[in-house]
């Protein structure tokens, strides 16, 4: 029985964890009422991936001693992988009660309490971790991580320092003491601390982000852009957020800095992904706008799939007045009363913003929404302000519909459009007689083209331009009134809020 003991130790130093648990099983079955061997089994089901089966082997060792503290803990931390935190939590108290100084099942209680962002919990858990283990590189980073999300930023670092002096080659140590000097604004400081993180493991091309980041507080856009260029390059599948924020970056940079830098970046962008809809869209934006016609549909719906979660917080932050300008003219333009609603159509409704200052107006069943981003159409479905709402095209809905309107409304929708006579051509398909155009659009303070495609990657209208083709589709402008629409790059976009109408020529025969 030794030599297979043995056996299965050395099988299991060797990571050759299937061997040692046949080995083990064996042992088991001649000794069903060993808690080691039903703990071995445990340990190695869990070391090839089979929790559930480790959990069944922690169990039976728990029926043979029902104070194991080794079961208990080893439950505790299969539970807390598996992500059932109450079990990990019961088993953990468990171990507590039978020896308060264990210092694993200290940690298991505050990495639920982390998960669940209860730093304060997750903290004092720590702490007492640390207590009973002042010698532990994983407390000390756990408890630098925590100040650092409680904002303790000096703790923080503090803490990270400590963990830095028991594990001098941790890359993740690194990276907390420079997070920690970046949120307390020592830059130069915190760029050696990532450089040192890089150094200790190159696979990480996360920190080509956060050195970006910090040259980006410097305005040292040489350094900012190549370590953005060189995040966004190196990524193994770079995600739709990742090309937007840089594409943001390079605008930023041209509006700010240097138009040749980003344009020189723009251009090695749309050469190493020739093929994504953001970078060609956006880095031509940079380089060629005035060749641009139309923003591809594909390029829309891949920018506000990505950039739905932040969406409202952006536009907030930009002091975006497009819907409450909207709501405005539809006051000053719509005889209301309780017995008088209209049925309105919101032309890239997005998460609801417009629709939500005009849901007033319509009849109960009366609001309708289209939008090409299907994660901009959950959030504004779960504000219930829509009697529908249709993941579309919004020329696609309008030719295809059977749906006509008293209200149509764009809210910074036509930005998305160079020429504007297939949008307002649709429209006044789908607008009832006497029926009202509303909408905004920025205006062209580029050069003197009809429309033209800015650095931002958005385009910009004359506004005669934009009354001769409302004029062409049949529709006559009311008002179109000059408004600042919202800020970029703390600038002031201005642009118009246009009232068309189209005429009701039944009434015009009759007189």
Request: net charge negative; glycine share 4%; charged share 25%.
């Amino acid at each position: 029985m030794e030599n297979l003991e043995h056996q299965a130790s050395v099988y299991f130093g060797n990571r050759e964890y299937a061997k040692a648990l046949e080995i083990y099983q064996l042992l088991f079955q001649g000794n069903p009422k060993s808690e080691s061997y039903a703990i071995a089994c445990g340990i190695c089901n869990d070391s090839l991936g089979d929790k559930d089966k480790a959990a069944q082997y922690y169990m039976e060792a728990l029926k043979i001693n029902r104070k194991s503290e080794a079961a208990l803990l080893n439950l505790s931390t299969t539970f807390y992988e598996l992500k059932d935190f109450e079990k990990c939590e019961d088993y953990a108290r468990r171990v507590l009660d039978i020896n308060p100084q264990n210092a694993s099942a200290w940690q298991n209680l505050a990495n639920i309490a982390f998960c669940e962002e209860n730093y304060e919990i997750a903290l004092e858990y720590y702490q007492e971790m640390y207590k009973h283990n002042p010698n532990s590189y994983i407390a000390m980073i756990n408890i630098a991580n925590t100040y650092y999300c409680l904002g303790k930023y000096v703790l923080a670092l503090d803490f990270a320092k400590k963990s830095l002096q028991r594990h001098p080659s941790s890359s993740s140590a690194h990276i907390l003491a420079a997070n920690s000097l970046n949120a307390m604004g020592k830059y130069e400081k915190a760029i050696d601390m990532y450089t040192r993180a890089y150094e200790l493991d190159e696979s990480n091309v996360d920190l080509f982000n956060s050195l970006s980041d910090t040259y980006h507080y410097l305005s040292d856009w040489e350094n900012c852009l190549l370590f953005a260029w060189r995040f966004v390059k190196n990524s193994a599948e770079p995600t739709s957020a990742m090309q937007l924020n840089f594409g943001y970056l390079l605008y930023e940079c041209y509006s700010e800095k240097s138009k040749e830098l980003a344009q020189k970046y723009a251009a090695k962008w749309l050469k190493f992904f020739p093929e994504d809809k953001i970078a060609r869209h956006m880095a031509n934006a940079l380089i060629n706008g005035g060749a641009l016609q139309e923003a591809d549909s594909e390029f829309i719906k891949e920018t506000f799939d990505s950039f739905a979660p932040e969406f409202e917080k952006t536009l907030a932050d930009l002091e975006y007045q497009a819907p409450e300008l909207i709501k405005e003219a539809l006051e000053q333009n719509l005889k209301t009363s309780i017995f008088t609603k209209y049925h309105i159509l919101d032309l890239g409704c997005g998460t609801g913003l417009c629709g939500e200052k005009i849901k007033k107006f319509a009849t109960m069943r009366g609001l309708i929404g289209v939008d090409l981003s299907e994660k901009m159409l959950e959030i504004a479905r779960a504000k219930k302000i829509y009697a529908e709402l249709f993941c579309d095209d919004l020329c696609h809905y309008m030719e295809n519909s059977e749906y006509f309107f008293h209200v149509i409304v764009a809210s910074d929708v036509l930005t998305y459009f160079g020429d504007l006579t297939k949008v307002c051509v649709r429209v006044a398909r789908s607008l009832t007689p006497d029926g009202l155009f509303v909408f905004t659009f920025s205006e062209n303070e580029i050069n003197k083209e009809d429309f033209y495609m800015a650095p931002s990657g958005r385009f910009v209208h004359a506004p005669a331009y934009v009354e001769r083709v409302l004029k062409s589709a049949g529709l006559k402008v009311i008002s179109s009134e000059r408004h600042i629409l919202r800020n970029e790059a703390e600038i002031p976009v201005y642009g118009y809020v246009t009232v068309a109408r189209k005429p009701d020529l039944t009434q015009k025969k009759s007189s």
